[in-house]
């Protein structure tokens, strides 16, 4: 039991772990920002509200009523009535005066604040929203909403997601040829012991198992370490911005971990099986000349 572990618990096992952890690092950070871009999105676009202005005609029973007829709208995620009194209120606290005081009356009229699902906060989605609600309401005397900052953060939205898109990509592609380097590496010092074997007749499964076997474990060993400093490093992040809790939400880190654990053991075992074959079919003249 003893030789097993110092065969592959050595200190090249520790070092091709450690490179394999780096690489798998940087692809985990890079799962972790694609997938809390777009939970970032998703949350830019639901707090994008829409403003309904009623008329005065409107009594507040048939508002209440107007408001929980919204709330069964797919498109709708949420409202908020706010009366005259409140937006009187409201307007109070921000000018610092009292506009009755001056106008012998209350200027404002009561609202209705929607906020919409996210694949509904669009130019084309809120033009389509805005025509069915005033045909359901005639009351309804303005419909308000951020247009250009809608547009502004669909347009930067697209362009994340592609830039992110195409980083995942190059790095996947960066990631294999680093982990491959580190692996063919640890097989090329073999080399001369996969010769031996061959030449003693042993079969092409049992030489391969005991290198399949190590790489499955620095895998591992590399995934989880990899693994602990994203999750380390996602915990300091909401425990200084605790509002980021809705972005980097616990099916976030499961996903990540999970993509980097998968990844990790693949990655390691495809290269492994891929730099082993090569030795195997090898001629021995050859192995001097690599």
Known sequence: ????KKSYFDMQFITSSISTMLVLLLLGMVVFFMLTANNLSVYVRENIGITLVLSDDMKESSI?????????KNYIKKTTYISKAEALKEQTQAMGTDPVEFLGHNPFTASLELKLAADYATTDSIAWIEQELRRSNKYIMEVNYPQGLLDSVNRNIRKLSLFLL?????????SFALINNTIRLTIYSKRFLIHTMKLVGASWSFIRRPFMARSFW???VASVFADALLMGLSYLTI???PDLIAVVTPYVMLTVMASVFVFGILI???????SINKFLRMKASNLYYI
């Open 1 to 4: 039991m003893s030789k097993n």
């Open 64 to 72: 209440i009523a107007f408001q929980k007829q919204l709330e069964k």
């Open 166 to 174: 195409g980083l995942a990509g190059l790095l996947t592609l960066i």
């Open 218 to 220: 620095i895998g591992i």
């Open 239 to 241: 425990q200084y911005e």
């Open 268 to 274: 390691t075992a495809f290269c492994t099986l891929i």
